[in-house]
């Protein structure tokens, strides 16, 4: 490692010649890979970004010069070339630096960007905020890896245009989202490769844009000469680069898809390290909605760009057909899209991560809510425990989507129970319906699963005891489980239920509960505030019933341990039940 | 009214000869300019689209082919030609239609609309439900004014050229949005204008979709010749029509803006049937900005394409020059880019419908709050006494703000608190503000307004009595004071609390209650499900405190009277205090 070890700041880029920075770039590839080998991450989008960076830096002056990336995910190089290649360089600093741009680490990153589609706003904003209190610098723009397709970058290259002053859109395009590119826009990139950015109809220009292309978006050369030629201009411009997702490590261009983001792996054969054989809820979501579609094929599954994470493997994509639709990442239009081919009489399954579905909030409201269009959302990985980047929390769709008129939402406890709500799901057609998958690695029912829930916000009573009932929702439901177990040891016998719906209360239970319970304990796997719990309490309000509410109190964290966490947050079986204990005290 | 009189369905449209087809249309913008008169509502954009409409409904086999509106405030002639003439006919029956489609009215309205930008999306559902199930109609996406630049219309023409089969988008271009349009989109769409449809570049076809252009769209006969060459077309494609907004009515062609939507006026001058002289918290707000403006050039005002319903007229926003920015509709931009202002060190102020901001929910999570940008939003008409229509309700900004963590959500009460609050948020760089703007006629202090909101959670205690506290949140807290007046009556000295944060619980003022209060009663003037008074309850939930909760219950209602509406939710001072005594009388 001759030269990123002398890397301190951009200004050691820039006295670097060109054959160092292409000496520069082998080395940044190499701790890139042995990261990621060892510690999991976006593979190729950063290994795709190595050159352009180094041109970036080179050329424009950060921190005084903005730069914003979007995706941030492909900022690793970035990180390497701002004072941070200790965290690339040995294994115990890898936790150093987040996988996305994060001020607090640089004066480098303006903003923590985990979401897409964002870049082109926000330096919007700071080339705006720029001329209105008086600057001269560059503001750049780095957007791609799939996210041009979003409802806010498309609003933001609109809108660029009437700014009037300096501001530079670097589009990555390396031909790929996280699986294949899906949307018109994508075929007039291709036309632009193509003609080497010269056929007359542009997006980029049709939006008002000044625009010029760099056909060899991994030479370092031609990407200094383009960002030479647009620093310091007085306009804003787009500059379309071609890439190589995953370049410089063989698997990752030949498999982009795998390769997007990977976990460990063995570097020379490209498999990863930790494999489990046991099923999860993704894996089941897919082959149970493949029978059905088999079966039915007005079932059709729909994804914003994100078919992996419920396990919509290509040869599962493959088998489905037309059943299966992927509408790039642009999570408004999935749901709306959703909602009209309710309408027409099809079944519609949208899949989409906890975190991503805050994107479509109106159109739940306003185009499916409304419209009570019978389609099935399918909320994954909606827990604390799964991933802890603060952008990518999924803390929040309990209160983002249960508070909506209309929505069913339902929150499965283990593997009979979730099957059997997304089949009376896509068999229903009174209302929209979501469902909280659960996470993880499934769970087989240790109970009988009824199959209709049509008579709704009727909870589902585990076991009936007096004094004490939680209420256990969803993923929380073996917590639920758990605590029983502590009260019981404690001498009480605790009423357990799975409430199985978040969108309501079931009020003739709660009533009936007055008889003999002093205590309710509501207990949800996601942000307390505006969501289950908080309703059972106002329900209970002018009772004499006392209600803890658990859940993650309203905050934004960021890469947590999760057992601390959750210790902080009082979500213990041990500590519920000393609260509780506590609380029945105080009678 | 020779031949509106015939007109029971689109068939009697069909037997009409094109100068009775001239003819009908005198006779509708004659009737749609009467009922506008009297009635209020949508001018501009219905007068424009009298012809397209008897064009489509001349061409296309409604209701087996499907057209859906966008933004579906200008489907007034469509309801005239599809068995709701009467509507327009005779005052009595005015009321009978609501101003946007909605399918209980008829068949040929397939979506409840209220909300721009969504046509595309939902027709396109149409369509790709119809390929799934079978059949062989048209599918028809009518949209424009203005709203081709919201995220979800991009997304939505971005996705259609993969569809592949039938799907007509009718792109209404009437140069305007309620405003003047905004964004570089605008731009191509003149260059199509001017070059006949011809120009290389064009952005619908930069999307991968195929393009025909209608010049004369306000002409019977070409638009007749366009619809015919596309019915049953194979593949999508946009027809681009080329229309006059306020077309027939001269005021209205005159001053596009002030006319797209009006209160009863007077035909022959143009003039507004009721005009109140007196202050308005919109009017306020707009020249109060206008004055900090002038004093520091970082204070800039943000609208989405409606600075009318914040006072933003043409003059005002001239005297602003730059620091007003008129994004066009894409509230999720306008919320990203003021997040990247605020960084840059400029004051940007984003005024927003509450109805309107719920399109901006993940922004003002990921891009404003995660980042802490030190933006205010200002969420103008949120209460349950503005818009009734059940896509404009504003009931439900609360839930979806106030869970979101670093907001800060005000609530003033009066005009000094609302001026001392969006002072001291434009001045405050600690976290993004909201301010829930009051409604209505401005109404002065009575009490001292302190300057500093920093310490934030910190509650008012108007008046402090004991056993009962009524915590009246902003629009209500008129509320509160009349029940706090009922409840001396019946001998109670409640404590009258102005909770000011709605983002937060006064933990100390809370606990302090408990001494010698028994019962907390929360008035929020929206939904009550996630949102404040919950908090409250949540609070006491281990307690012997009661507490009562009022607000809107979870439903969408419709064009609802709003006295009626209030009792319903018991959300009046004797029905409150009723329920108070009750509540006391078992305790």
Redesign the interface.
Known sequence: MKYINKIQSPADVKRLALEEMNELAVEMRTLLIEKLSRHGGHCGPNLGMVEATIAMHYVFDSPEDKIVFDVSHQSYAHKMLTGRAGAFLSEERYDDVSGYTE?SESEHD??????TS?SV?????????????G?KHNVIAVIGDGSL????A?????????LGTNFIIVVNDNQMSIAEN????Y??LEELRHSGGTC????F?????DYIYVDKGNDIPSLIEAFVKVKDIDHPIVVHINTLKGKGYAPAEADKERWHWSGPFDIATGELKHVSAAENYDELTATHLLKLMKND??V?AITAGTPGIWAWTPERRNEAG??F?D??I?E??AV???????????K?VFGVCSSFV??A???V???L???DSPATILVLWGSLSTMTD??HLCH?DI??L?????LVYLAPTNREEYLAMLDWSIGYREHPVAIRVPVGLTVPARRPVPTDYSCLNRYEVVSRGKDVAVLALGNFFTLGEKVCAVLREKGIDATLVNPRYITGVDTALMESLKSDHRVVVTLEDG?????F???I??H?????M????YGAR???VDRYVLADFLVANRLREDLVAE?VMK?IGQM
Chains 1, 2 share one sequence.
């Open positions: 001020p303006n903003f923590v960007i985990g979401h964002t706003s926000l330096a919007g904003g700071l080339a705006k905020g720029r001329d209105l209190v600057g397709s979003g409802g806010e498309l609003e933001g290259l609109d809108w660029a245009a009437e899906h949307g018109g826009l075929g007039n007359a109809n542009n997006l220009r049709a939006m008002g844009l094929p007005a059709c037309p059943q639709v509408v790039g642009a408004e239009h709306a899209l959703a909602s009209g081919i309710a309408k027409a009489g099809g519609p805050q994107r909030y109106d159109q409201s306003q185009d809510c409304i419209n603060v952008t929040f209160p983002l249960s508070n909506i008129p209309n942000a307390v505030e505006g969501g719990g908080e309703k309490a106002r209970f309000g002018s009772s004499d006392k209600v803890l509410c309203k905050e934004f609260d609380t």
